[in-house]
């Protein structure tokens, strides 16, 4: 817990120390240094305390899963490009030809990168999607109701471990789509490609404190606490 506390601490965030937790408070210092920010070599701060999502996801499962799960990920990932060429490319050229970099570079840097997604896409506020998502999401798939309901099932369905997306394709229309392990949209061995909007991590260690093998009620908890404000800017600057 001790290099946790002075990596935290290098970021500039307050500190509240419980029993076997940790819960960053952001300082207005950082408002505007968070995950938008995207570094390939900076593990970045999570942008609300671990209990902010409580009761849809849980304080402890939170911990486990940014401060172990995904900073293993960073740390292999890290390690995986280091001394390569790859040390200063940027994630999407990464992705872009990460077919020819190894299962490490592959399954690490997918999952850092996904789970920086997924943090940001979390909240919990009144946001809801634009104007123009919203037209778009009822023109893709006829109401918002009808996308939820084929996003839900895209991760609920999903065999084993992996993510379920929104995305933007190529022409700037929208789909819905899963990949397995850690793999994305960004990467050319995906089946679905695409630039990501909104994404909900369907491996166990993201539920299964709280809800054991209950992958559906995990899904539908989900969406209490989109952060329609983030996916909304992602889809104004996937459709410039």
């Known amino acids: 817990m001790g290099k946790s506390i002075v990596k935290i601490l290098s970021l500039g965030l307050a500190l ?5 937790l940790i819960l960053a408070e952001k ?16 593990f970045p701060a999570l942008p609300y305390s671990y209990d ?25 990932f890290i390690s995986a490009i280091k001394g390569t060429p790859l040390e200063n490319a940027s994630i999407e050229q990464i992705f872009s030809e990460v077919s020819k970099a190894g299962d490490a570079v592959r399954n690490n840097g997918g ?15 009144s946001s809801k999607p634009s104007a123009e998502l919203s037209a778009a ?18 991760a609920k369905t999903r065999f084993g471990s992996g993510w379920a997306w929104l995305y933007v394709t190529s022409d700037k229309k929208l789909a819905v789509g899963s990949t397995p392990n850690q793999d994305n949209p960004l990467m050319d061995v995906s089946p679905i490609k695409g630039v990501p909007l909104l994404t909900i991590d369907v491996w ?13 009620d995990y ?22």
């Open 52 to 76: 902010a999502l409580e009761p849809y996801i849980d304080a402890r499962t939170m911990e486990i899963h940014y401060d172990r799960h995904h900073r293993a990920y960073f740390n292999n």
């Open 137 to 154: 999401i009822t023109e893709t798939f006829g109401s918002f109701e009808k996308f939820r309901e084929t996003f839900s099932n895209a």
């Open 111 to 125: 999952g850092f990168y996904n789970h920086v997604i997924f943090w940001e896409n979390l909240g919990k506020g």
């Open 16 to 20: 509240i120390i419980t029993p076997g």
């Open 27 to 42: 300082s207005n210092e950082i408002n505007n240094c968070n995950m938008k920010e995207f570094k390939t070599t900076e």
């Open 204 to 216: 166990e260690h993201a539920y299964y404190l709280k809800y054991q093998n209950r992958r559906p």
């Open 219 to 240: 899904v539908e908890a989900f969406w209490n606490v989109v952060n329609w404000d983030e996916v909304n800017r992602r889809y104004a600057e996937a459709i410039k």
